[in-house]
């Protein structure tokens, strides 16, 4: 009988080197970048980042709001309501963000669950898909990301290649 471990970044944390975290680069495989919006993955990887580094839930938050700062951008996630920009370029990318964006809105309205408007939405959605953990650590709640193995995206949302282009 063969068994299966689960994996995840504070399971594996003692076999890194310092300075360096495990990616969970099985939500691209998987095919979850597909379906949640693009700042997924970038949240996805500081929670594991910091999670290693033994930081609480709360600093983890703040630390991807501070990101925010730094780059000079007040939202990681698509503003439905904003005006279009002028410019050719600027429009174009936005019309293209606006179509993927609203595919995986639509999408994962279709299932029961939201677009994310927030750090705190996005967190949330990766729990309620089981690709994060919340646990309590020496300091208070953590964040703990599931490595593996890891459940493909039609497992969960029930969707398949056509649902978004």
Known sequence: MSRSFIQTSLSVRHEMEP???PNPNQFVHQGWVRYLPLSAIVILN???????AGMTTQ???EDIKELLIRRKKDRL???FNAKPPKGKRALEEYEADLQRESQIRDILERFGFYY???VEDMIDLFKKFGLVFEMLGERGPVFDVLLGPYPHVSDV???DESDVR
Do not use: A, C
Request: hydrophobic share 40%.
């Open 116 to 118: 994310p408007q927030s």
């Open 77 to 79: 996630f698509f503003d």
């Open 46 to 52: 500081i929670i594991s980042m910091d999670s290693t």
């Open 157 to 159: 949302l029930k969707v």
């Open 59 to 61: 600093e983890t938050i």
């Open 19 to 21: 300075g360096m975290y």
